[in-house]
């Protein structure tokens, strides 16, 4: 019960902490995106290590940077084009730095070298980028609400659910934890909540069935992320990527579903204001 009640309690300081710092501006929030990503990183560099794989260090966190501060030089995010070829040039810039300053290293370095680092920008850089994209929408407020409201929620049923109903495990060699029925009911409750809340701030589809199609797409690529998290920590022997949040565990666990989304996101908002 007092872990329960320890979990709520700091859920709701992080949704009110993320409600705020989003009402602020893009300015705040992609300060916030930036924080988060970096102390991310550091654990994912941690995991990394436990399984005897070294990043590039000093250089990952710059482009992290790049690309999450990035955005805010343009005004209009919600350009597609522009969107596509600033981070198609910030990726090509950072894996071009990247893979010679492994290869080229006096001391043998393993290919697992070269995909973590390249994987580590690429999650914890580029993807997280979009959320600050989203921000600098003219209803930016609106879709970042919709897109971290969307997935807690469908992480917190999938959790509720799986304990209360789940039966058949989803993927015991990856998370045995999490089972089918409460993946399906994180699912349904993630994509209603991004359908009420798009019907609230007035997203443009087509019709209401392309609509519940985008957001249950939306939702399956926040379980996806969070999986794939769930494996690299089954790889390094731990159960949480870190402590910060107590019984949350880390700051990997928490935003593994949202980073993993938020490209999906801005492309479905872009799409609707077109």
């Not at 560099?45 to 990043?55: A, D, Q, V, W």
């Amino acid at each position: 019960m007092a872990v329960a009640k320890n979990r709520i309690t700091i859920a709701i300081i992080l949704f009110a902490s993320v409600i705020l710092l989003d009402y602020l501006g893009a300015i705040a929030w992609s300060l916030v995106i930036l924080c988060t990503a970096l102390a991310a990183f550091f654990e994912f560099n941690k995991l990394c290590n436990n399984m005897g794989i070294f990043l590039v260090n000093r250089i990952i966190p710059f482009f992290i940077s790049l690309f999450i501060l990035t955005p805010l030089i343009f005004k209009n995010g919600f350009e597609l084009e522009k969107v596509l070829v600033v981070q198609a040039i910030s990726l090509l810039a950072a894996y071009t730095c990247i893979f010679p300053r492994i290869i080229l290293r006096a001391t043998y370095t393993k290919f697992e070298d070269l995909t973590a680092s390249l994987w580590a920008v690429f999650q914890l850089g580029l993807l997280p980028s979009f959320f600050v994209w989203v921000r600098l929408m003219d209803n930016g407020f609106g879709f970042t609400l919709i897109s971290i409201l969307s997935i807690a929620l469908n992480d917190s049923a999938s959790m509720l659910g799986g304990k209360i109903f789940g039966k058949h495990k989803l993927s015991t060699s990856i998370s045995p934890g999490k089972t089918i029925e409460g993946s399906l009911i994180g699912l349904t409750v993630g994509s209603l909540t991004f359908v009420f809340l798009a019907k609230i701030f007035h997203l443009h589809f087509l019709n209401d069935y392309i609509l519940v199609a985008i957001a249950i797409v939306f939702n399956i690529l926040g379980q996806i992320g969070d999986l794939l998290v769930s494996a690299l920590k089954r790889a390094a022997g731990v159960k949480d990527s870190g402590t910060v949040l107590m019984s949350h565990g880390g700051i990997l666990d928490r935003i593994d579903s949202h980073i993993f989304a938020a490209w999906f996101a801005y492309f479905a908002f872009a799409l609707s204001i077109k």
